[in-house]
């Protein structure tokens, strides 16, 4: 079958195989280029088929020759259907690890369920004995509590005011104003229940319950805050409710790990194209400026030269903020980057759209999301019901 890109509102229906191992192998030949020492040996990567969750277990594993468990959601390819982009990454990941010598196991399910919970537990004790490095790094729109069934759904949506605020539709180029009423108090503690810490906190209990954190064991979840112009819909948001109890469950681990010497952190990550932040409003013309301006100065960073950094950081213990988190937004919010972009924000029409924005990167880091326009891919050939 010849794989064409399918895009639906904010997602691609329809993933290439072999642009997705290509995406995969490219991060990491990027990553063993950059060996790290004093690493992390057994790793359980919770989120770990796409974005930041993927690429820190790539980092880790070609980086710093990490075991690992990865635990996703994602839709299977199979019998010459189509699954999504996150298994073919995995599927990818696997045999790279694999083909290195290193341990690659995964499950795929809902990581919210006390079930998949227990399977990780059995898969970890069999195939790690025990883990040093737990990421945490789920970007979900619902959750179903493990206890009363409830379903909780995120929303993006800001807290207390109406926002109003330009937005890009990046698949047609429309500049529009969005306008977006208050979350109400069941939507913001909704989001919290699905984006904020009580989730991680139940995955470290399980994990310290059956005796599979190693001394010093470290574990990192990770948030955004972003400049002015995004707080409304951001870090004063819901999400950014929801971002404070990642913070107060990093808190409540920290303590749960003290006797072990082990350590809890958030890591404050650059705002970039993946699959979750392709649906919030605003920050797809965020990106777009901020890209132009980060390439232009010549520190434009993707998931895998972030979480390359991030694990040199961390393994290095150089914390840079008063609240102790690994800041890796420190080149996005630089002044002078952050000053351009508020200008170039400022001035932003539909006519200059294109010219003042990198909507074509913006476009290009989407569609490789999905394995479309990878370098060395030929489109035009027949991918094997096999790949599929
Ligand atoms: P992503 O959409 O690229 O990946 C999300 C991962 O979560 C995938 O592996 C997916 O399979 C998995 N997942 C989703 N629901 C699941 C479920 N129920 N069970 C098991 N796995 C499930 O997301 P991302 O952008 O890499 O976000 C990861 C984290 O990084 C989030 O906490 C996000 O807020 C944070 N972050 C993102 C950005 C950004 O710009 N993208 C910036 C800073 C921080």
Redesign the pocket.
Known sequence: MVIKPKVRGFICTTAHPVGCAENVRLMAEYAAARPGEGGPKRALV?????????ATRVSAAFGYGTDSVG????KPGSGGKLGSA?WYNNAAFEKLAREKGLVAESIC????SAE?KAQTVELVREKLGQVDFVVY????PR?TDPVSGEVYQSVLKPVGDVFRGNTVNFATGELTQAVIEPASPEEIAGTVAV?GGEDWVLWMQALSEAGLLAQSVKTV????IGPELTHAIYKDGT?GKA?EDLERGAAQIGELLAGKGGRALIA??????????SAIPV?PLYISILFGVMKRAGTHEG?IEQMVRMMERMYRGTLVDEAGRLRLDDWEMESAVQREVADIWAKVTQDNLENLCDLGGYRHDFYRLFGFEVPGVDYSADVPDELI
């Not at 919770?46 to 993927?54: D, E, P, T, V």
């Not at 635990?71 to 994602?74: A, G, I, R, S, T």
């Open positions: 919770i989120g770990s088929s796409a974005g930041y969750g993927l635990v996703f959601l994602e996150g399910g809902d990581a919210f998949v790094s789920l970007a979900a959750r984006m979840a990770y948030t955004y999400i971002k404050v990550n650059k705002a970039l194209v993946t699959q979750a932040s920050v998931c």
